[in-house]
């Protein structure tokens, strides 16, 4: 196995690593389908698969919509460099496999999906939470990694691969740029992770090894990335986080003076919404009051996704929740009663 950071060793200076391509367009390209490919001849295809950006890559993700935004990323950094996306499986020449840990049937669906690749001695490459929280897996033996703060490093990931050679990338203390080259599933829709991490230290949780302590974008770059999204088109804006409610905590600032900013950046007509993410009562529980005024904002949903994990205050002690069923409830009651636009909450 050879290790990434020393097959690009000796970059002292800046721009491109020694051997490193630099994008064929990295802003408003159009990812590169199969549809039309040229018949190829088998020294065609030999010499073909030689060239770095000239490989059709196949892209499956498992987990939640950071998950999806990281994929779109990945996705969007390797079509920048001339690689071809395909959701054909079995006409790529490398798979890319972006894997969720939280939930046992993602995993299980993971290692079936990487046996299928063996089997069929394809090239591959595994991202997101699983091998970054449990990078000694047997599943994952002989297998190039990525780390979740590394999808900005796919392409050297991917190319290393290519060539034959097992990479590991899992090491880094800064988070990727929010203006990476990106393909959107749907190209109405922007996920936008606002920070990564979270601050609690849940006794069962998984996803505290893999994505890590609490690391938050600042407002003025996720304003700056929402505006040129909404430049591209786009309809809907989803914010996506770990916990949104910490957001910013790290950096000094918090979620409503954020959400203000985004609801800000918006167009007066209402022509892109706004979707809050997933968060936990601990840290929302004294902005409740300027979260419901937001939601209230005609460009933003009406939605907030606080997970139920027990109706007792026993268990919520021993999973560490930090929250008790009463902070809950006044969760629950605040939001929807102020929310509300013509009901009475009396």
């Not at 299980?108 to 970054?132: E, N, R």
């Not at 919404?273 to 300027?290: A, D, H, S, V």
Request: proline share 5%; glycine share 8%.
């Amino acid at each position: 196995m050879e290790d990434i950071e020393d097959l690009l060793v000796g970059n002292g200076g800046g721009g491109a690593p020694p051997g490193f391509r630099l994008p064929l367009n990295a802003v408003g390209f159009n990812p590169r389908k199969n549809n039309n490919k040229p018949k190829l001849t088998k020294l065609d295809h030999r010499l073909a698969s030689k060239v770095p950006g000239s490989q059709t890559i196949y892209i499956k993700t498992f987990g939640c919509s950071h998950n999806q935004s990281d994929s779109e990323y990945m996705a969007g950094q390797l079509s920048a460099f001339g690689y071809a996306l395909s959701d054909n499986p079995e006409e790529a020449d490398l798979w890319l496999i972006n894997t969720c840990t939280v939930k046992s049937p993602s995993q299980s669906a993971m290692d079936t999906l990487i046996t299928k690749c063996k089997t069929a001695k394809k090239p591959l490459v595994v991202a997101g939470c699983v091998p970054q929280g449990s990078r000694d897996l047997k599943e994952l033996e002989g297998v190039s990694i990525v780390g979740v703060q590394q999808i900005d490093r796919v392409v050297e990931v991917v190319e290393e691969t290519l060539k034959g050679h097992e990479v590991r990338l899992l090491h880094r203390k800064t988070l990727p740029a929010l203006d990476l080259p990106k393909v959107r599933k749907n190209k109405f829709v922007e996920i936008v992770p606002i920070n990564v991490g979270c601050l609690g230290a849940c006794t069962y949780c998984k996803t505290k090894h893999a994505r890590g302590h609490l690391g938050s974008y600042t407002v003025d770059s996720l304003v700056s990335r929402v505006r040129t999204v909404i430049a591209d088109g786009v309809k809907e804006i989803w914010l996506s986080s770990e916990d949104t409610g910490a957001y910013g905590r790290d950096i000094g600032v918090n979620l409503p003076t954020l959400l203000n900013a985004l609801v800000a950046a918006l167009p007066s007509d209402g022509s892109t919404m706004l979707r809050i993410g997933m968060t936990n009562p601990p840290f929302i529980l004294q902005y409740l009051k300027e979260i419901a005024e937001v939601l209230r904002h005609p460009c933003v949903y009406s939605f907030l996704h606080v997970p139920v994990q027990s109706g007792s205050d026993a268990v919520l002690t021993v999973m560490n929740r930090e929250y008790t069923v009463s902070d809950f409830r006044t969760v629950v009651d605040t939001l929807t009663c102020t929310c509300a636009r013509d009901a009475d909450c009396n």
